[in-house]
């Protein structure tokens, strides 16, 4: 009887146990496939966009998202410019941010890169508003709505991240730079959706106003199924004794990291690469 009690004891703490490494591998996954990918973007950005202004080509942002470049409002460009370098330091400075063992060997690196982190995504956050309010959107009122939103929400989630960092409070620190980091990677994904999109249901519901109905779902789906995922990992970090939680968070990182990966996949083939190589082609 008493060696029935102990297996009986012994096997959740088993589960446990292997529910948490399998949480923990599957965060790490994610995060390494998400900074190869964002690496990729983030070279992207810097040949398409940040290439062009030296060059004066400038009219060439407007052949992925038309209305983005506009000679005659420097204000609204000033502000994407800001939105988008920032964007891409965001891309490549997150996932070191999440590593647990520079976090734990370089405290200072962390709190310096830390603080580049969240000034990047608070410039982002105001940068892209700044766009909104000066010139609004391709898409009318429900983009002005959904971008001016993920905006708002990339400046509240920097500003908490760094407010209870200085706090002390680290617990409460990480769950805002994991949701911080999950919102971060939206102007990525927002992409890669449109991408997959485009090669399966060949670009049906959109427009090339951006008002078609998958145009006004993406607006909004961009980043809150990503901050879905960031509390549902959250949750699973909060909830030790509950291994059905940490195996449903451990099943969409993975599925995530899947899409993620196929969709890096795809770009670099078919887009990212394509455009960094023309960009130094031209050179």
Known sequence: MASMIEETVARPSMTG??????????????????????????AYILAFYAGAIPSHRLEQWN???PGLYDSGNPAAFLAMAAH??????LLLLGPIQLIGALR???????????????????????GGL?????????????????????????VVASTETYRNARARRIEIHRAWAIRLFALAIG?????MDYGFWLLIAKGAGHTHGF?????????????????AIAELFIRARQAPSH???????????????FFVALGTYYFIRFYWGPAIVGAFSAV
Do not use: C, E, Q
């Not at 988008?84 to 330091?89: H, W």
């Not at 102007?187 to 992409?191: A, F, K, N, V």
């Open 17 to 42: 146990r292997w529910s948490s490494v399998g949480l923990r591998w599957a965060g790490i996954g994610l995060v390494a496939v998400s900074w190869v990918s964002a690496a990729f973007f983030g």
């Open 211 to 227: 008002d078609g109905p998958f145009d006004v779902v993406m607006v909004f789906f961009f980043y809150l199924p990503n901050l």
């Open 243 to 257: 291994d059905g939680v940490r195996l449903a968070a451990t099943l969409v990182l993975n599925v995530a990291t």
């Open 187 to 191: 102007s990525w994904l927002y992409r």
């Open 63 to 65: 052949s992925n998202l």
């Open 84 to 89: 988008l370098v920032t964007g891409g330091t």
């Open 130 to 154: 700044g766009f909104i309010l000066g010139k609004g959107t391709i898409g009318g009122l429900p983009m002005d709505v959904g971008f001016g939103l993920y905006g708002a929400l990339m």
């Open 104 to 126: 734990r060997r370089w405290p200072p690196l962390h709190r310096w890169l830390g603080r580049l982190y969240v000034l990047a995504a608070g410039l982002a956050g105001f």
